[in-house]
């Protein structure tokens, strides 16, 4: 087991992520988020919530044009077009860090082009052309364990053992973008709550961030509004917020190191906390 990773490097920035994670705020391109429901689908609606993203302190930006779940399909050319102006205007505007939320490695390939830092692919890099797009622009990326593919339904994941099993996987996707150019401390790993998991087995996933940390890369931790949380709690969507946020903590305090939210502000909180508990132990 490799210690865990100290250093994040996006566009040739180095954080030191030893004890301090990054908040990664959400904005959406899309009209039928499973959160928002479309709330920053029209440009007005998206460029505000993006400042207000900026000013709660987000470290990064995560936009995305194609939802996770089941939904109606998106063309290549239609997802460029929702996305690419957020990514170029997101960087032109704020002078943000931008993760693109995308499984395509052509549209990866452009966002890269127009100033985005992070290729976030909840798919485990299935395009082909993803890694080396990445590599080819000095991006980082993230390696996500999904069961099947993204937009399949998924309603009875069994796993012999679920921790096992998405280490072993999240192993091999990070070290196929190693061969392919992109070194260690640009390749952050999820183990992807929720993708293909029930509510157990996204909480014992939760609970074993420390034997994450064990691959020695970045931990990421995408555990805003999800549905585990239901599934837990029997909360609908609107009242995740305590939820989340104690999910944070328990992940920022077991290693996870890039913290994805749509409550940025109250998330830097839970950061700055933590992150001074773990430097005064």
Not at 11 to 30: E, Q, Y
Not at 102 to 110: H, L, M
Not at 176 to 195: H, K, Q, S, T, Y
Not at 249 to 265: K, M, W, Y
């Amino acid at each position: 087991m490799l210690p865990a990773a100290r250093v994040l490097d996006l566009g040739g920035r180095r954080f030191d992520i030893s004890s301090r994670a990054l908040v990664m705020g959400i904005i959406n391109r899309t009209p039928d988020s499973f959160y928002d429901h479309g709330a920053t689908w029209e440009w007005d609606a998206f460029w505000r919530r993006a400042a207000e993203i900026v000013d709660e302190g987000a470290d990064i930006i995560d936009v995305g044009a194609v939802k996770a779940g089941v939904g109606p399909e998106v063309s290549e050319a239609e997802e460029m077009d929702r996305l690419l102006p957020a990514v170029a205007g997101l960087v032109e505007r704020f002078g943000a860090l931008v993760s693109v939320d995308t499984w395509r490695a052509s549209v990866a390939a452009e966002s890269f082009r127009l100033g985005a830092v992070l290729g976030n692919d909840i798919s485990g890099f299935s395009d082909p052309g993803y890694l080396p797009a990445a590599a080819a622009a000095g991006a980082a990326v993230v390696a996500t364990h999904i069961r099947l593919a993204p937009r399949v339904y998924d309603p009875n994941p069994v796993y012999r053992d679920v921790v096992a099993e998405v280490y072993s996987y999240l192993q091999e996707r990070a070290a196929w973008a190693e061969a392919a150019g992109i070194p260690p401390e640009r390749i952050v790993v999820d183990p992807g709550l929720d993708l293909g998991k029930d509510t157990e087995q996204s909480l014992a996933l939760l609970g074993a961030s420390g034997t994450f940390t064990g691959l020695g890369y970045p931990l990421f931790l995408a555990a805003s509004n999800k549905d585990f949380l239901n599934g837990l709690l029997n909360l609908e969507i609107s009242e995740r917020r305590d939820a989340t946020l104690a999910a944070q903590a328990l992940g920022a305090s077991l290693g996870c190191r890039v913290l994805r939210s749509h409550f940025v502000e109250a998330t830097r909180r839970v950061r700055d906390i933590i992150a001074a508990i773990l430097e005064a132990a």
